[in-house]
């Protein structure tokens, strides 16, 4: 069993950054793959970032996020980070962390386990 819990969001101007954290609970974080998915207004939940378990030396980013968010752990702090530049109003969402087996990270169904979700707004 991993818990979860997101911190770090927050209302932002445009291009501005933020940096969201994930704090997961257990002994076998290293292990888990970490992704991040985020749910606008009225739109259904999709995929931001992942980070594969281990060294997380894999990682996968929407097109929409690509070169402007970066995703990294540190597995010794049970951590998952997303750190947000250049951040747009059409980035604003509910953002939410994510824990699987390290298979699949793109996609949603593929992960077991899931945070509260914290809320990004960014104004224009």
């Known amino acids: 069993q991993v818990q979860l819990v997101e911190s770090g969001g927050g209302l932002v101007q445009a291009g501005g950054s933020l940096r969201l954290s994930c704090a997961a609970s257990g002994r076998t974080f290293s292990r888990y793959g970490m992704g991040w998915f985020r749910q606008a207004p009225g739109k259904e939940r999709e995929f931001v970032a992942a980070i594969a378990g281990w060294s997380g030396s894999t990682t996968y980013y929407a097109d929409s996020v690509k070169g402007r968010f970066t995703i990294s752990r540190d597995n010794a702090k049970n951590t998952v980070y997303l750190q947000m530049n250049s951040l747009r109003p059409e980035d604003t969402a509910v953002y939410y962390c994510?824990?699987?087996?390290?298979?699949?990270?793109?996609?949603?169904?593929?992960?077991?386990?899931w945070g509260q979700g914290t809320q990004v707004t960014v104004s224009s």
């Open positions: 994510a824990a699987n087996s390290d298979s699949y990270l793109r996609f949603q169904t593929a992960y077991d386990y």
